[in-house]
């Protein structure tokens, strides 16, 4: 099975201005979780979708947001950038069925807010 | 409140020595703990996890309730086990330490 993936690897914005991360689950996951990753804080849970639906959320402000596709696929948007959300931002899937929660990571979005 | 903690940032051994990497967790209810690991320029990845009482790469951890703690240990460290460890603590949703950088020197 193909992994988790992630696109773009690599991104570069400016303060003030939005990005939208994507995230491919493994086939047959359908659980889609988003952390962000720092030198200072580790890894942050952002939140977890599951079946289209936001079942968990970290304690982020609103400017960030997520949605999943009817294929598990996943969306994750900061708006208003500011310099502190350049982070390495992880997503990872699970199955999420018969006990099996055991998460699977991608290779992450690098975002750096100039 | 529901929390993960990894109290060393850092911890240095030689090769060929013990190694127990800490974990406790702060959850009222019964927890699904895990051990994931991060090599230099890879992924994060699981080594194990709590339910499947495996031993992994030679790594092993046991789930203490009494003192809510889930530590991993290798009686004997090798170079390539130098990484970034994190343990992770499902409580509904999921919760991760701060990491704690595993140096094995030669």
């Known amino acids: 099975k193909a992994g988790v993936t992630q696109t773009p690897r690599y991104l570069i914005k400016t303060r003030g201005q939005q990005v939208t991360l994507s995230c491919s689950p493994i086939s047959g996951h359908r659980s889609v979780s988003w952390y962000q990753q720092t030198p200072g804080q580790g890894l942050q849970f952002l939140f977890e979708?599951?079946?289209?639906?936001?079942?968990n959320k970290g304690n982020f402000p609103g400017r960030f947001s997520g949605r999943q596709f009817s294929n598990s696929r996943s969306e994750m948007n900061v708006s208003t950038l500011e310099l502190g959300d350049s982070a390495l931002y992880l997503c990872?899937?699970?199955?999420?069925?018969?006990?099996?929660?055991?998460?699977?990571f991608g290779p992450g979005t690098r975002l750096t807010v100039l | 409140a529901q929390r993960v903690t990894q109290p060393e940032k850092l911890l240095s051994v030689f090769k060929g020595a013990p190694v127990e990497l800490k974990c406790n967790y702060s959850?009222?209810?019964?927890?699904?703990l895990f051990w994931y690991v991060q090599y230099s320029r890879q992924r994060l990845q699981l080594l194990l996890r709590h339910i499947s009482r495996e031993s992994i790469k030679g790594f092993t951890a046991d789930l203490n309730k009494g003192e809510t703690s889930f530590h991993l240990k290798k009686p004997f460290a090798q170079e390539e086990d130098s990484a970034m460890y994190y343990c992770?603590?499902?409580?509904?949703?999921?919760?991760f330490g701060s990491g704690t950088k595993l140096n094995v020197k030669p």
């Open positions: 979708y599951f079946s289209e639906t936001q079942r």
């Open positions: 992770d603590g499902n409580f509904n949703k999921f919760y």
């Open positions: 990872a899937s699970s199955l999420m069925k018969g006990g099996e929660d055991t998460q699977y």
């Open positions: 959850y009222s209810g019964s927890p699904e």
